[in-house]
């Protein structure tokens, strides 16, 4: 049951940092007394045979006899109920002195071995580099020369550099604000407006006339306001237009359409001023 193992190659071969085991019969049960018994367990890839523990287990003596012994034993360092358990591997010389080698950590029932601190450093600094490489070479996508000009800076949006690449440059999304229907009030208000405007503003007044000839007669008043600015005073502009009537009711009027005429007659009063007097030179 070791789902970190690659392929089928040898443990020693593996880095045991990117490996991980667990035993999920033994997860619901897991505490503080039987940890190190699920640690030992023959399928656990981090677990050495050849320690003290093995033999003193086989002995059937107490853990506590591993003091007076001198090897490679696991410690049980850390507990932390009911999901973090920390386990140290060490090199026990006397029963005061030893020598760390590893940490495992076991989190939810998964064994993982704790990084050292070389191991850390490594990462960290190759990770930095990575991203220091690769923004070094996408700042010199921007540079540009010209013997002319020398030097420059080539900023584009769709330029693609090393981390954008196979990406599509961001589509600007125009949002068009929502049109609020309007309100009681504001309809109110506008037609209380425009009723106002018409009244100061009034519409030409149109009046239509027929002769007994047939024509057809419109008379149409304007007050030219644009002469008040002036000082002038109103200007009655009166316009009469005479149309001919359609050629089947002049048939049926005057009896014939011989007699049929054109006729298109505008006649325009307004106050003009008289030429000014031409004076003599001197």
């Not at 990462?123 to 020398?150: D, I, N, W």
């Not at 005073?233 to 001919?244: A, D, M, R, T, V």
Request: neutral net charge.
């Amino acid at each position: 049951m070791m789902p970190g193992r690659i392929g089928h190659l040898p443990i020693a071969a593996e880095n045991p940092l990117g490996l991980s085991w667990h035993d999920s019969a033994w997860i619901p049960s897991l505490n503080p007394s039987n940890i190190m018994d699920y640690f030992s367990e023959r399928s656990n890839p981090f677990f050495d045979r050849t320690c003290n523990n093995e033999v003193v287990k086989m002995q059937r003596l107490n853990m506590d006899q591993l003091r007076n012994m001198t090897g490679l034993e696991y410690i049980l360092l850390h507990v932390q109920e009911p999901i973090l358990y920390v386990i140290r591997k060490q090199h026990r010389h006397s029963p005061d002195q030893t020598i760390p080698l590893a940490d495992y950590y076991i989190i939810a029932g998964i064994v993982y071995q704790a990084p050292d601190l070389a191991s850390v450093l490594n990462s960290r600094l190759l990770s930095a580099v990575h991203h220091l490489q690769c923004s070094f070479e996408e700042t010199m996508t921007y540079s540009k020369y010209h013997p002319s000009k020398g030097y420059w800076w080539d900023f584009k949006a769709n330029k693609s550099g090393p981390f954008n690449m196979g990406q599509s440059a961001p589509k600007e999304v125009t949002s068009t604000p929502k049109e609020e229907p309007s309100t009681l009030f504001q309809r109110q208000r506008v037609d209380m407006l425009l009723a106002e405007l018409v009244r100061q503003f009034p519409l030409p007044v149109t009046q239509t006339t027929i002769n007994q000839n047939g024509v057809t007669v419109k008379t149409e008043n304007t007050n030219d306001k644009s002469s008040e600015k002036g000082g002038e005073g109103n200007l009655n502009n009166i316009q009469i237009k005479q149309e001919p009537m359609d050629p089947i009711s002049s048939d049926m009027t005057n009896g014939n359409m011989q007699g049929h005429m054109d006729i298109k007659t505008e006649i325009k009063q307004e106050n003009m001023k008289p030429p000014p007097e031409k004076k003599p030179r001197i």
